[in-house]
């Protein structure tokens, strides 16, 4: 899948070859059914529930993002972009049904993912499909950005990971792998039909301040909803997991700014080689339904 050499993308040289980066939904079937705490990741109900939260709104949230950019999906004439589009949406289209899976799970442990879902729903329903073409791709490229720079923090610190039930780590790391992989996707077909970088640099602000609101909500809805709530110590060593020294929100500041700076294309500063670090760390055969070794368990 990534047989590309990116190394020369760090020069400034307008580049494209990324465009000849094959993109393909990798198909998996984690073992969801054996998820067994409500606190499933490192017994803290805040951490649990901010994961769960985040997985509560991947099915409709990606659902706009790749129905985003499917609105241009006519005009594009290049034929990279177009099969690069192609598994962009089949890629996101198996994000949403994956999470879709574990979102009921989560809501056999104890969660109501439902509550996320629908309210996510309406707001996309209501508002974000309401607005131009323009406005809805551009804001599927800034959160194109974030999960891209998400997916980066995680792959390289998987640390930050300890503590959770490995079948949902597994789907994090699969998921992040293929952000990463898709990264650029949108943020190509924005800049070749529209090209619009302010609009795009406010739409991304707006996002960011959205998303973060968002997932701050959805954190306290999934935990407010369980009988274990009231824990400052939980709370506690969630601020730090994610606003502290070693946090992921921190982390991710640096990143995040270099979407600004002059000259930015989502393959410029590097990543693919976090696609080889995925298949060779993180990557277990028994987790792919086309693999003869899934296969070879599966049919005794
Ligand atoms: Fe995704
Ligand atoms: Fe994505």
């Known amino acids: 899948m990534a047989d ?15 465009q000849k980066l094959e993109i393909k939904p990798r198909h998996m079937d984690f073992p969801f059914g054996s998820l067994k705490h409500l606190k499933f990741v490192d017994n803290n109900i805040y951490k649990s529930a901010f994961i769960g939260g985040l997985s509560s709104a991947f099915p409709a949230g990606e659902r706009e993002f790749l129905d985003s950019v499917r609105n241009y999906r006519d005009q594009i004439t290049n034929p990279d972009l177009i099969k690069q589009v192609k598994g962009f949406i089949g890629q996101e289209g198996h994000h949403s049904h994956q999470h879709k899976m574990v979102n009921k799970e989560l809501d056999r442990l104890g969660y109501n993912t439902n509550k996320v879902d629908m309210a996510l729903k309406k707001v996309i329903d209501r508002r974000v499909k309401k607005l131009s073409n323009k406005w809805r791709l551009a804001l599927t490229v800034a959160a194109e950005h974030v999960t891209a720079i998400m997916g980066e923090f995680i792959i390289n610190h998987p640390e930050f990971l300890d503590g959770m039930e490995q079948p949902f780590k597994d789907l994090l790391l699969w998921h992040a792998v293929e952000e990463v992989e898709h990264k650029a996707v949108a943020f190509d077909v924005y800049m070749e039909y529209e090209g619009d970088i302010k609009f795009l640099h406010k739409a991304t602000r707006i996002s960011t301040r959205l998303l973060h609101f968002r997932l701050t909500r959805h954190m306290f809805i999934l935990a407010f909803n369980t009988k274990h709530w009231s824990n400052w110590k939980d709370f506690k ?12 929100w921190r982390a991710l500041r640096k990143p995040y700014k270099e979407f600004f700076s002059e000259g ?37």
Not at 239 to 247: N, R
Not at 264 to 292: A, C, M, T, V
């Open 237 to 248: 060593q969630t601020m730090i997991w994610m606003f502290g020294k070693k946090g992921m």
């Open 4 to 18: 590309i050499d990116f190394s020369h993308q760090n020069d400034n040289h307008h580049n494209k070859r990324h």
């Open 264 to 300: 930015f294309h989502p393959w410029r500063d590097g990543g693919l080689e976090l696609i080889e670090k995925w298949q060779k760390d993180y990557y277990h055969p028994e987790q792919n339904k086309d693999s003869l070794e899934y296969i070879a368990v599966h049919s005794v």
